[in-house]
Protein backbone atom coordinates (compact mmCIF):
# COMPACT_ATOMS: atom_id res chain seq x y z
CA UNK A 1 0.00 0.00 0.00
CA UNK A 2 3.02 2.32 0.68
CA UNK A 3 4.98 1.38 -2.01
CA UNK A 4 1.89 2.43 -4.04
CA UNK A 5 1.18 5.98 -2.67
CA UNK A 6 4.65 6.63 -3.26
CA UNK A 7 4.80 5.20 -6.94
CA UNK A 8 1.92 7.65 -7.18
CA UNK A 9 3.24 10.63 -5.39
CA UNK A 10 6.41 9.85 -7.96
CA UNK A 11 4.52 10.02 -10.39
CA UNK A 12 2.68 13.01 -9.75
CA UNK A 13 6.05 15.00 -9.34
CA UNK A 14 6.80 13.69 -13.02
CA UNK A 15 4.01 14.71 -14.61
CA UNK A 16 4.61 18.35 -12.43
CA UNK A 17 7.32 18.41 -14.07
CA UNK A 18 7.04 17.85 -17.44
CA UNK A 19 3.64 20.28 -17.39
CA UNK A 20 6.51 23.01 -16.29
CA UNK A 21 9.03 22.11 -19.03
CA UNK A 22 6.15 22.40 -21.31
CA UNK A 23 5.18 25.78 -19.88
CA UNK A 24 8.08 27.45 -19.87
CA UNK A 25 8.38 26.14 -23.45
CA UNK A 26 5.47 27.84 -24.68
CA UNK A 27 6.91 30.79 -22.44
CA UNK A 28 10.06 30.88 -24.48
CA UNK A 29 8.14 31.13 -27.87
CA UNK A 30 6.09 33.82 -26.64
CA UNK A 31 9.37 36.05 -25.77
CA UNK A 32 10.57 35.04 -28.37
CA UNK A 33 7.76 36.16 -30.72
CA UNK A 34 7.40 39.37 -28.47
CA UNK A 35 10.62 40.74 -28.75
CA UNK A 36 13.01 38.72 -32.41
CA UNK A 37 14.35 41.31 -34.36
CA UNK A 38 11.63 42.72 -36.58
CA UNK A 39 11.78 42.83 -40.44
CA UNK A 40 11.12 45.55 -42.97
CA UNK A 41 9.00 44.24 -46.03
CA UNK A 42 9.37 45.88 -49.34
CA UNK A 43 12.33 47.33 -50.78
CA UNK A 44 14.87 49.03 -48.83
CA UNK A 45 17.91 51.25 -49.69
CA UNK A 46 21.21 50.47 -47.53
CA UNK A 47 24.85 51.14 -47.67
CA UNK A 48 27.69 48.76 -46.19
CA UNK A 49 31.27 49.78 -45.46
CA UNK A 50 34.00 47.99 -45.63
CA UNK A 51 37.19 48.73 -43.62
CA UNK A 52 39.90 45.96 -44.46
CA UNK A 53 43.09 44.58 -42.61
CA UNK A 54 45.04 47.40 -44.05
CA UNK A 55 42.54 50.51 -43.32
CA UNK A 56 41.39 50.80 -46.93
CA UNK A 57 37.43 51.60 -46.75
CA UNK A 58 35.16 50.76 -49.79
CA UNK A 59 31.76 51.80 -49.62
CA UNK A 60 28.59 50.00 -51.59
CA UNK A 61 25.06 51.34 -52.07
CA UNK A 62 22.55 48.49 -52.26
CA UNK A 63 18.70 48.33 -53.07
CA UNK A 64 17.02 44.71 -51.41
CA UNK A 65 13.96 43.50 -51.02
CA UNK A 66 15.25 41.20 -48.30
CA UNK A 67 14.82 40.83 -45.03
CA UNK A 68 17.70 39.44 -43.38
CA UNK A 69 21.16 41.30 -44.36
CA UNK A 70 22.62 38.12 -45.68
CA UNK A 71 20.68 37.97 -48.74
CA UNK A 72 20.59 41.89 -49.22
CA UNK A 73 25.13 41.39 -48.95
CA UNK A 74 24.70 38.32 -51.31
CA UNK A 75 22.74 40.44 -53.74
CA UNK A 76 25.63 43.43 -53.72
CA UNK A 77 27.17 43.91 -56.58
CA UNK A 78 31.06 44.34 -56.50
CA UNK A 79 31.11 42.56 -52.70
CA UNK A 80 31.69 38.96 -51.61
CA UNK A 81 31.76 37.40 -48.81
CA UNK A 82 32.58 33.65 -47.51
CA UNK A 83 32.37 32.26 -43.73
CA UNK A 84 31.56 28.54 -42.52
CA UNK A 85 27.95 27.77 -41.86
CA UNK A 86 26.57 26.89 -38.58
CA UNK A 87 23.36 25.95 -37.02
CA UNK A 88 23.36 29.43 -36.08
CA UNK A 89 23.85 30.51 -39.63
CA UNK A 90 26.69 31.82 -41.49
CA UNK A 91 30.06 32.40 -39.86
CA UNK A 92 31.80 35.03 -42.02
CA UNK A 93 35.61 34.86 -41.99
CA UNK A 94 36.13 36.42 -45.40
CA UNK A 95 34.82 39.25 -47.22
CA UNK A 96 36.35 41.01 -50.93
CA UNK A 97 38.84 38.15 -50.25
CA UNK A 98 40.70 39.14 -47.43
CA UNK A 99 40.46 36.82 -44.04
CA UNK A 100 40.48 36.56 -40.82
CA UNK A 101 41.41 33.98 -38.96
CA UNK A 102 40.55 34.46 -35.28
CA UNK A 103 42.56 31.16 -34.21
CA UNK A 104 45.87 32.52 -36.20
CA UNK A 105 45.70 36.13 -35.06
CA UNK A 106 43.04 36.93 -33.20
CA UNK A 107 41.38 38.89 -36.20
CA UNK A 108 37.75 38.66 -37.34
CA UNK A 109 34.94 40.48 -39.11
CA UNK A 110 32.82 42.79 -37.14
CA UNK A 111 29.55 43.41 -38.22
CA UNK A 112 27.89 47.28 -37.32
CA UNK A 113 24.72 48.87 -38.03
CA UNK A 114 24.06 52.43 -37.74
CA UNK A 115 27.20 52.49 -35.78
CA UNK A 116 26.57 49.50 -33.13
CA UNK A 117 27.62 46.27 -33.04
CA UNK A 118 25.17 43.86 -34.53
CA UNK A 119 23.52 42.01 -32.07
CA UNK A 120 22.91 39.00 -34.47
CA UNK A 121 24.77 36.67 -37.29
CA UNK A 122 24.39 37.93 -40.95
CA UNK A 123 21.14 35.54 -41.45
CA UNK A 124 18.91 37.03 -38.31
CA UNK A 125 20.30 40.95 -38.42
CA UNK A 126 17.31 42.79 -40.14
CA UNK A 127 17.51 45.73 -42.48
CA UNK A 128 15.90 48.43 -42.71
CA UNK A 129 15.62 51.43 -45.04
CA UNK A 130 18.62 53.82 -44.82
CA UNK A 131 20.37 51.12 -42.56
CA UNK A 132 24.35 51.75 -42.80
CA UNK A 133 26.26 48.80 -42.24
CA UNK A 134 30.36 48.68 -41.56
CA UNK A 135 32.33 45.58 -41.96
CA UNK A 136 35.12 46.12 -40.31
CA UNK A 137 38.41 44.11 -40.03
CA UNK A 138 39.34 43.78 -36.29
CA UNK A 139 41.75 42.36 -34.21
CA UNK A 140 41.77 41.08 -30.48
CA UNK A 141 44.88 42.02 -29.45
CA UNK A 142 43.70 45.57 -30.06
CA UNK B 1 42.66 3.45 -13.94
CA UNK B 2 40.87 6.70 -13.36
CA UNK B 3 43.02 8.66 -15.42
CA UNK B 4 42.22 6.07 -18.25
CA UNK B 5 38.28 6.27 -17.96
CA UNK B 6 38.63 9.55 -17.50
CA UNK B 7 40.49 10.04 -21.02
CA UNK B 8 37.43 7.63 -22.55
CA UNK B 9 34.84 9.62 -21.26
CA UNK B 10 36.77 13.05 -23.08
CA UNK B 11 37.15 10.83 -26.09
CA UNK B 12 33.92 9.28 -26.04
CA UNK B 13 32.62 12.91 -25.05
CA UNK B 14 34.43 14.73 -28.45
CA UNK B 15 33.54 11.91 -30.83
CA UNK B 16 30.11 12.24 -30.00
CA UNK B 17 29.57 16.22 -30.55
CA UNK B 18 31.53 15.68 -34.26
CA UNK B 19 29.21 12.70 -34.86
CA UNK B 20 26.01 14.93 -34.77
CA UNK B 21 27.98 18.34 -35.27
CA UNK B 22 25.50 18.99 -38.14
CA UNK B 23 22.25 18.14 -36.95
CA UNK B 24 20.58 21.23 -35.51
CA UNK B 25 19.36 20.91 -32.14
CA UNK B 26 20.84 17.28 -31.46
CA UNK B 27 23.84 16.74 -29.27
CA UNK B 28 24.96 13.73 -26.53
CA UNK B 29 27.27 15.78 -24.55
CA UNK B 30 24.56 16.59 -22.20
CA UNK B 31 23.76 12.81 -22.17
CA UNK B 32 26.75 11.93 -21.94
CA UNK B 33 27.74 14.10 -19.45
CA UNK B 34 24.84 13.33 -16.82
CA UNK B 35 25.09 9.59 -17.32
CA UNK B 36 28.97 9.42 -17.24
CA UNK B 37 28.35 11.55 -13.37
CA UNK B 38 25.26 9.28 -12.45
CA UNK B 39 28.04 6.00 -12.63
CA UNK B 40 31.43 7.86 -11.85
CA UNK B 41 30.52 11.32 -9.89
CA UNK B 42 33.08 13.87 -9.16
CA UNK B 43 35.70 12.87 -11.33
CA UNK B 44 33.42 13.57 -14.77
CA UNK B 45 34.18 17.42 -13.87
CA UNK B 46 37.84 16.67 -15.19
CA UNK B 47 36.37 15.08 -17.95
CA UNK B 48 33.84 18.04 -18.61
CA UNK B 49 36.82 20.65 -18.74
CA UNK B 50 38.80 18.84 -20.72
CA UNK B 51 36.39 18.31 -22.96
CA UNK B 52 37.00 22.13 -23.36
CA UNK B 53 40.28 22.66 -23.64
CA UNK B 54 39.89 20.00 -26.73
CA UNK B 55 37.71 21.62 -28.18
CA UNK B 56 39.71 24.62 -27.97
CA UNK B 57 42.66 22.95 -29.87
CA UNK B 58 40.42 22.14 -32.54
CA UNK B 59 38.11 25.07 -32.95
CA UNK B 60 40.52 27.79 -31.61
CA UNK B 61 39.56 30.67 -28.60
CA UNK B 62 36.50 32.50 -28.66
CA UNK B 63 33.61 33.44 -26.27
CA UNK B 64 32.18 30.38 -26.54
CA UNK B 65 35.00 29.15 -24.32
CA UNK B 66 33.86 30.90 -21.62
CA UNK B 67 30.70 29.43 -21.81
CA UNK B 68 31.69 25.84 -22.25
CA UNK B 69 33.78 26.20 -19.28
CA UNK B 70 30.89 26.93 -17.09
CA UNK B 71 27.66 25.15 -19.10
CA UNK B 72 29.35 21.85 -18.49
CA UNK B 73 30.65 21.59 -14.94
CA UNK B 74 27.54 22.89 -13.99
CA UNK B 75 25.45 19.95 -15.62
CA UNK B 76 28.08 17.97 -13.71
CA UNK B 77 26.97 19.52 -10.22
CA UNK B 78 23.74 19.82 -10.87
CA UNK B 79 23.66 15.99 -11.59
CA UNK B 80 25.05 15.26 -8.68
CA UNK B 81 22.85 17.30 -6.40
CA UNK B 82 19.72 15.07 -8.16
CA UNK B 83 22.08 11.91 -8.26
CA UNK B 84 19.64 9.97 -5.99
CA UNK B 85 16.61 10.27 -8.73
CA UNK B 86 16.62 6.59 -10.79
CA UNK B 87 13.89 7.93 -13.19
CA UNK B 88 14.66 7.82 -16.50
CA UNK B 89 11.32 10.04 -16.56
CA UNK B 90 13.37 12.80 -14.54
CA UNK B 91 16.59 12.27 -16.28
CA UNK B 92 14.41 13.45 -19.39
CA UNK B 93 12.87 16.23 -18.22
CA UNK B 94 16.08 16.93 -16.22
CA UNK B 95 17.92 17.09 -19.46
CA UNK B 96 14.91 18.69 -21.82
CA UNK B 97 14.65 21.34 -19.10
CA UNK B 98 19.22 22.03 -19.58
CA UNK B 99 18.60 22.15 -23.69
CA UNK B 100 15.44 24.54 -22.68
CA UNK B 101 18.39 27.06 -20.75
CA UNK B 102 21.58 26.24 -22.78
CA UNK B 103 20.97 29.55 -24.77
CA UNK B 104 19.68 31.61 -21.48
CA UNK B 105 22.87 30.35 -19.46
CA UNK B 106 25.26 30.95 -22.82
CA UNK B 107 24.04 34.66 -22.99
CA UNK B 108 25.85 35.62 -19.79
CA UNK B 109 29.12 36.58 -20.68
CA UNK B 110 27.52 38.66 -23.50
CA UNK B 111 26.10 40.65 -19.97
CA UNK B 112 29.17 41.57 -19.04
CA UNK B 113 30.47 42.80 -22.74
CA UNK B 114 27.67 44.39 -24.12
CA UNK B 115 24.79 45.07 -21.05
CA UNK B 116 21.82 43.48 -20.55
CA UNK B 117 20.34 44.73 -23.85
CA UNK B 118 23.30 42.65 -25.84
CA UNK B 119 22.83 39.51 -23.86
CA UNK B 120 19.02 39.80 -23.67
CA UNK B 121 19.15 40.33 -27.97
CA UNK B 122 21.70 37.31 -27.97
CA UNK B 123 19.75 34.71 -25.81
CA UNK B 124 16.31 35.79 -28.05
CA UNK B 125 18.02 35.19 -31.42
CA UNK B 126 18.44 32.01 -30.03
CA UNK B 127 15.79 30.31 -28.83
CA UNK B 128 14.88 28.68 -31.48
CA UNK B 129 18.14 26.51 -31.15
CA UNK B 130 17.16 26.31 -27.95
CA UNK B 131 13.28 24.46 -28.48
CA UNK B 132 15.71 22.14 -31.29
CA UNK B 133 17.96 21.68 -28.10
CA UNK B 134 15.21 20.78 -25.54
CA UNK B 135 13.35 17.92 -27.88
CA UNK B 136 16.76 16.30 -29.08
CA UNK B 137 17.97 15.85 -25.39
CA UNK B 138 14.03 14.51 -24.57
CA UNK B 139 14.49 12.31 -27.62
CA UNK B 140 18.26 10.82 -26.73
CA UNK B 141 17.48 11.05 -23.25
CA UNK B 142 14.67 8.89 -23.58
CA UNK B 143 15.95 6.34 -25.88
CA UNK B 144 19.40 6.23 -24.81
CA UNK B 145 19.06 6.42 -20.51
CA UNK B 146 18.11 2.77 -19.74
CA UNK B 147 20.49 0.75 -22.07
CA UNK B 148 23.69 2.97 -21.55
CA UNK B 149 22.95 3.06 -17.91
CA UNK B 150 22.93 -0.55 -18.11
CA UNK B 151 26.16 -0.69 -19.63
CA UNK B 152 27.58 1.63 -17.48
CA UNK B 153 26.62 -0.48 -14.75
CA UNK B 154 28.12 -3.32 -16.26
CA UNK B 155 31.46 -1.65 -16.77
CA UNK B 156 31.50 0.05 -13.24
CA UNK B 157 31.25 -3.52 -11.51
CA UNK B 158 34.37 -4.97 -14.41
CA UNK B 159 36.75 -1.96 -13.97
Known amino acids: MEQQHTKNEETKKIVVGAAILVL????????????????????????VEVIDNEGVSKTYTGQTDAEYLRQ???????????????EYGLFVDTVNGV????????SYWAFYVNGVMCDYGVDSQPVADQDAFTIRYESASN | MKIA?????????????????????????????????????????????????VECMIWGLGIWVIMYLYIWPLLVVLTMAFRRQKSVFFWTIFSGMYGLFFGALCSIPYFFIG?????????????????????????????????????????????
Open chain 1, 99 to 106: TADYSADG
Open chain 2, 5 to 53: RVGLMIASLEAAKQALGSVPGAELVTLLLILYTLSWGWSVLYAAIAFVL
Open chain 2, 115 to 159: GWQTAFAWWIAGIPHDLAHCVGNIILMALLYVPLTRAFARLRHSV
Open chain 1, 24 to 47: LAMALVVCYLAFRPKTQQGEKTFT
Open chain 1, 72 to 86: ALEELEGFTMEGSES
